[in-house]
């Protein structure tokens, strides 16, 4: 089971308050965390208007992603990319059930804030976005609203959780339609929970103390990352996700859950494929239902993709590396 | 008396930890039985007792009703399965639901607990609270109820039980062999109400 526990101590983001005259406390790891785990086996996709957001709440998405481009348009139209208008996240979050995220730029605290007060549902500091600071991430202990981070090893996701994230997600390169990242970051994070979980099975301290030196967070959390042989947090996978494949393939690595970026509406064929990808997702182990699934999309329609070798941007490496 | 057998339908949401928590109930009550995550028809129909776990009302009705597993719920709930439904399990059992903000939404239910749901009924998630929940019509006269972008009830049929209320709102109810929290148990150490699940199942076999 995935711990609900492990917040600091007087975190600003947990405060008592009352409804009426009952005593309710919010913000708390366990209420910032279980909303990730209502997300597991679930896609959320990026959308950019209510049109799109309502095609993905109808194709079963579990949530949406608002941002002011797809990543795909913020590789082409290059310059800084920032938070999305917050009339355009306030309409979808007025025109949709399932929970609203949206992106702000890496250590950008008042993009936060902003977000915060918008009350969307869920922040995801993000590398598709122009950091905004290249020596820190947000300190998230302080915000009431769960945040999202992404991570391309143990090491960067456990920094992410002890800043305070709510959840992870192992990044691929957004807006390529290539999935090579996704699967590479997902698998590496793999290997290194066995590794760590081998030398807490054979109770060596010391090579645990040498990893969490390595991964330049504390003890504590790396031990209790072992011991559990899963991240402590809920982690999807993300970047580069275009066919019901990629989400069949990256649910069998032992992801929670899949976040599609361009995939979808950058695709010609958006609301069949949006359905497809849920149906892959939800049924991963059943074969012949994520063959099924992959009949609904035209290959022809997909995203056309770009080599991770030949780019020129390279967001995955965005932001601040301790 | 054979052994008895609890599926969490896994098709979205904590299905894990609600998957634990009825493995732990079993263990500490000492019922012989097992636990089992399901999705397929013919997992569903060899079940005694169904947890609808939490998770997104929506997509655990849209999924349920492509490979015909909603159906088949309908129909071991109508002949008498015991089933506790959180959350999005409460709306998926309800007969009506409306969202507070957006309204009517067009979703698969499963129409077989009397209510009317107010989906984000007390909010979106910064809104979402932890708060002390009493259940004296079960014996748990304190429960710590988690409640995440948290539906509640808001007409009860004749024939439906009110368990628990929180600031005037129903969160906890019973018909029958059907119970439903807005709150999420399996979100916290105390497994009482897995535990009060796991016994009807037991009592009924």
């Not at chain 1, 079963?60 to 990543?71: N, Q, R």
């Amino acid at each position: 089971m995935i711990p609900l526990s492990g917040d600091i101590p007087d975190s600003k983001g947990a405060i008592c308050g009352k409804i009426d005259s009952n005593s309710v406390v919010r913000g708390t790891s366990t209420l910032k965390r279980g909303f990730a785990h209502m997300l597991k086996n679930g896609v959320v996709m990026d959308v950019t208007n209510v049109e799109q957001a309502q095609i993905a709440e109808e194709a079963g998405a579990v949530s949406v992603m608002v941002l002011d481009k797809l990543p795909s348009d913020v590789r082409k139209a290059g310059g800084v990319a920032r938070t999305a208008s917050i009339r355009i996240i306030e309409e979808i979050m007025d025109n949709v059930t399932i929970p609203v995220m949206a992106k702000c730029r890496i250590g950008h605290m008042y993009e936060a804030n902003v977000l915060d007060e918008t009350n969307v549902d869920m922040i995801d500091e993000s590398e598709v976005l122009t950091p905004a600071d290249e020596y820190h991430h947000i300190w998230k202990w302080d915000f009431t609203t769960p945040f999202v981070n992404g991570a391309r090893s143990l090491g960067e996701a456990l920094r992410r959780v002890e800043e305070g994230a709510a959840m992870i997600r192992t990044k691929g390169e957004p807006g390529t339609g290539n999935v090579a990242e996704a699967i590479y970051h997902i698998k590496k994070v793999n290997e290194e929970l066995r590794t760590i979980k081998s030398m807490y099975d054979s109770d060596d301290k010391q090579e645990l103390v040498k990893m969490a030196r390595e991964f330049k967070v504390s003890y504590d959390l790396v031990e209790e990352t072992a011991k559990i042989g899963r991240l402590p947090v809920v982690n999807f996978a993300a970047g580069g996700i275009a066919t019901p494949a990629d989400a069949a393939y990256l649910m069998s690595l032992g992801c929670d859950g899949i976040f599609v970026g361009s995939g979808i509406f950058k695709a010609e064929d958006a609301q069949e494929r949006a359905r497809a990808v849920v149906l892959a997702t939800t049924f991963w182990e059943e074969p012949d239902k994520v063959k099924e699934a992959q009949k609904m999309i035209d290959e022809r329609q997909s995203l056309l993709g770009l080599d991770v070798k030949n780019l020129d941007l390279k967001m995955q490496e965005r932001g601040s590396t301790v | 008396m054979s052994k008895i057998q609890i599926g969490i339908l896994a098709v979205q949401g904590d299905v894990t930890e609600n998957f634990l928590a009825t493995m732990a109930s079993m263990s500490e009550l000492g019922i012989d039985g097992t636990v089992v995550q399901v999705k397929t028809i013919e997992q569903i129909s060899e079940l005694d007792g169904l947890i609808i776990p939490g998770g997104e009302s929506t997509v655990i009705g849209q999924m349920s009703l492509v490979n015909g597993g909603l159906k088949k719920i309908k129909e071991k709930i109508e002949s008498g399965m015991p089933v506790f439904g959180i959350c999005a399990g409460m709306i998926f059992l309800s007969k009506n639901s409306k969202d507070k903000v957006v309204g009517k939404v067009e979703q698969p239910l499963l129409d077989v607990l009397d209510v009317k749901i107010e989906r984000n009924s007390f909010g979106r998630q910064k809104d979402s609270f932890e708060a002390n929940i009493s259940m004296e019509p079960i014996g748990i006269s304190s429960f710590n109820g988690v409640f995440i972008r948290a539906p509640s009830v808001s007409e009860t049929g004749s024939d439906v039980e009110i368990l628990a209320k929180f600031n005037e709102k129903i969160v906890a109810v019973k018909q029958g062999n059907i119970f439903a929290t807005a709150f999420h148990p399996e979100l916290t150490r105390d497994i009482s109400l897995h535990k009060s699940f796991v016994k009807l199942v037991d009592n009924l076999n």
